[in-house]
């Protein structure tokens, strides 16, 4: 089966604005939607045809069988020659995050603290809350690589705290796109076994490592046996709308994983395994040209912010279609909305401005915790037209601002925000 040179250039800017996700729908037309974690495909044929074959068949009642986790399984000792995942150490989940919080209760109880590496995906922040835990935070080095010494100081604090700690890891990293090493990571796991921390990986992003560096998986890591795995095609297929994980539990951690409610297995789509499934399976060379366009646009994203917005910090991320860029020396007051409550519609400092005075949305980098504050995430995974006009209009921007005073224009700009491109909707994702 023949695949596009490159999935991210098969659709036009018109053709995206039809649909009716998230990404799509919460801005007006005339702003270039570049924030959610949703790319600019189409699906992967094999997952395509999978779920036109169940369609066609009414094969849509419940859930059934092994073969979503026989088929990471294959994916996973082709891909990261990992041979360590047991069918048996596995359980369906709704989603990476609904399972994260399911595998945080098994190993921890309310009040307890879960440690993140800030700046880190949102949701963490609210999950972790909302279940009546406590998020303590282990920001990532000014490289944005986890310090093991910044990380030995939470465990050490989260261990005096009493009760049973655990560390929610996002490997790969959202937002930086860090992917971290196997040293990295066996250092993680030492420092755990020392402090008698339970670790939960979110791995959802594990397909998605770029050229130049490799994904480790925790539970390949030595230490790792008492540890949870959340793993999905969800970010590398584009399939966050038909739902459907893996909880993979660790060899120590069989036991825990069989007290899981039988009533969490419920929460999967029978089409979202059909489509994880057939992409684990049959999406390899699909995926591998979406690596190629990714690696493509990293680069031109890289040659774009050099020449024209040079203030614009960007360290080329190793993996995710997410680039994280440091703002900071454009001057721009975080403002009011920075101390709000962190959901990725909420605007502030740079994002705002580029919002307001580019029409292109970013997400707002205070919402992804401390060492967030003047910083903005790009999701790249779109055509290199769509990438080339958002920064045009960006740069513009900036240099109109700068002739208007930077500091005093944007936020003069901020405070008259105009409701028409407020989000609709203040949601999670």
């Not at 419920?266 to 057939?278: E, F, N, Q, R, V």
């Not at 995974?381 to 005093?408: H, K």
């Amino acid at each position: 089966m023949g695949y596009p040179a490159n999935p991210l250039e098969e659709l036009t800017l018109a053709q995206l604005r039809t649909r009716t996700s998230l990404k799509w729908s919460t801005y007006p037309a005339d702003v270039l939607p570049l924030w959610v974690a949703e790319m600019d495909v189409r699906l992967a044929p094999p997952v395509a045809e999978a779920l036109k074959i169940a369609i066609d068949a009414g094969d849509t009642g419940y859930p059934a069988g092994t073969g979503y986790a026989e088929a990471l399984g294959d994916f996973a000792s082709r891909r990261w020659d990992w041979h360590g995942l047991d069918i048996d150490r596995t359980a369906i989940v709704p989603d990476v995050m609904m399972g994260a919080v399911e595998a945080l209760r098994l190993v921890t109880k309310p009040g307890d603290i879960v440690v993140v590496n800030s700046p880190v995906y949102t949701p963490f922040y609210a999950f972790i809350s909302h279940d009546g835990r406590r998020v303590l935070e282990a920001p990532l080095g000014e490289d944005l690589r986890i310090s093991p010494e910044t990380l030995e100081s939470a465990f050490r604090q989260a261990r005096a705290a009493g009760g049973h700690p655990a560390y929610l890891l996002c490997s790969p990293h959202n937002p930086t796109g860090t992917v971290h090493t196997a040293d990295e990571l066996r250092a993680v796991a030492e420092l755990a076994r020392r402090y008698g921390i339970r670790v939960v990986a979110d791995e959802i992003h594990a397909p998605l490592v770029l050229p130049g560096a490799r994904f480790t998986p925790y539970l390949s890591v030595p230490g790792s046996e008492d540890a949870f795995a959340l793993m999905s095609a969800s970010k590398g297929w584009n399939l966050a709308g038909l739902k459907a994980a893996l909880l993979i539990a660790g060899t120590g951690a069989e036991a825990e994983l069989r007290r899981l409610p039988e009533e969490v297995g419920h929460g999967p789509s029978h089409l979202g395994i059909i489509a994880h499934t057939a992409a684990f399976r049959h999406g390899g060379a699909w995926l591998d040209a979406l690596l190629a366009g990714l690696d493509t646009n990293r680069r031109l994203l890289g040659d774009l912010l050099t020449e024209h917005l040079p203030a614009v910090r960007y360290t080329p991320p190793e993996g995710t279609y997410l680039a994280w860029l440091d703002c900071r020396a454009l001057g721009i007051d975080e403002g009011a909305d920075a101390d709000g409550l962190r959901v990725v519609t909420d605007v502030s400092g740079p994002a705002r401005m580029f919002l307001e005075n580019a029409r292109v949305a970013l997400s707002s980098g205070h919402v992804f915790g401390t060492g967030g504050e003047g910083h903005v995430r790009m999701n790249f995974a779109t055509s290199s037209a769509v990438l080339t006009e958002a920064i045009s209009r960006m740069c513009r921007a900036v240099t109109s601002s700068n002739q208007r005073g930077i500091g005093d224009g944007i936020h003069q700009r901020a405070n008259s925000f105009d409701p028409a491109i407020t989000p609709v909707g203040r949601r999670e994702s």
